[in-house]
């Protein structure tokens, strides 16, 4: 049904199956754009699980949102770049980076502030962007 829905409108189908590794092993059956990991799943269990080619689909996770309400600033700025290297060394097709299942009333807005600025200096989104240029000439 999903499939059917991201053909006929032309948007891209982000699966997410929520906590819970077991049900990442059919996720690749359904062919999404995007797999969503659940913030307590690293990306490289998510890559494992599915048995899917990790440069094939681009991947969306997974920093934890409680983090952002009691965390120092440098355990912040160092979960983010633990996230970002461990997408790099996956080598998968995209990485789009968030917040676990969003923001919770307790996230302070400095937190936020240190989340944008590690993760907009990562070249992973610059790096596959140059690249799909290159092919593309």
Known sequence: ???????????PLILYSGEGLQRLAHLGELKPEVIAV???????????QTGLQAC??????????????WASEETVRQRVREIIEEA?????GGHIFNVGHGLI???RPEALEWVISDSETSNILK????DASKTQS
């Open 105 to 107: 009333p307790t996230t």
């Open 56 to 69: 094939e689909y681009c991947w969306q996770g997974n920093l934890e949102p409680q983090l952002l309400s």
């Open 1 to 11: 049904f999903l499939v059917i829905i991201s053909f006929f409108f032309k948007k």
């Open 38 to 48: 659940d913030w307590r799943t690293s990306l490289s269990q998510a890559v494992t």
């Open 88 to 92: 790099k060394s996956l080598g998968l």
């Open 127 to 130: 790096k596959r962007t140059s």
